[in-house]
């Protein structure tokens, strides 16, 4: 997590070097399909490529809105659902936690750089996927103290050594000495886990 925007370079890399070879499977899939079209394994091999093309363009498009470091006005409703896309192409979580989305509220905007809420929302995500093979997390936007917040609540019990280390802000590199701008807050009446912007 700490060299975010590196990774977004050469992941950026690898998107344009998978698409020359995409390119290449489908072209020659439609080739394939015109000449025998008795061959339905062609069909196959293009819904597959344009399969990977559209996760390409989703992981592409999630680099671009969460890689500069600039604030801006963001919608946390917006930006969980484009987060909860992406990760749906994260294999760790996606075979490891079930999400519920459930808002508490609608609409809520702040200043903010959304690379800092996928650092923290990602860096919450992978803890939670060391702690079982399997998790049930409702999550959404909610309010704490009049500000707006993302939460994660679990259904899975937490041990105090897990909770500890979950409410742990990400370190950053990026962040060039300054304070992590989202707080991880605990609320251990209803296993809930809130950042909630300082």
């Excluded at 990774?7 to 998978?18: D, F, Y």
């Excluded at 609409?107 to 990602?122: D, F, R, T, V």
Aim: proline share 3%; glycine share 4%; hydrophobic share 40%.
């Amino acid at each position: 997590m700490n060299d975010k925007i590196l990774a977004r370079i050469i992941l950026e890399g690898l998107v344009h070097n998978l698409n020359n070879h995409l390119n290449l499977i489908l072209g020659y899939a439609q080739r394939l399909s015109k000449s025998h079209p008795e061959l339905k394994e062609t069909s196959i091999i293009y819904d597959a490529g344009i399969n990977i093309d559209n996760t390409l363009k989703d992981l592409a498009r999630h680099l671009e809105g969460n890689s500069f470091a600039f604030e801006q006005d963001t919608c946390l409703n917006d930006w969980l659902d484009q987060e909860l896309e992406y990760l749906q192409h994260i294999l760790i979580i996606k075979h490891k936690i079930v999400f519920t989305r459930q808002d508490q509220v609608q609409g809520q905007s702040l200043k903010i750089q959304p690379l800092y809420l996928a650092l923290w929302y990602e860096s919450k995500l992978l803890r939670l996927s060391s702690f079982a093979d399997c998790l049930q997390i409702q999550t959404g936007i909610c309010r704490q103290d009049q500000q707006p917040c993302l939460y994660l609540k679990l259904k899975h019990k937490l041990t105090p050594k897990q909770i500890k280390a979950l409410c742990q802000d990400p370190q950053s590199e990026l962040l060039l000495g300054q304070a992590f701008p989202l707080k991880s807050i605990w609320n251990s009446e209803d296993k809930t886990l809130m950042g909630l912007l300082l």
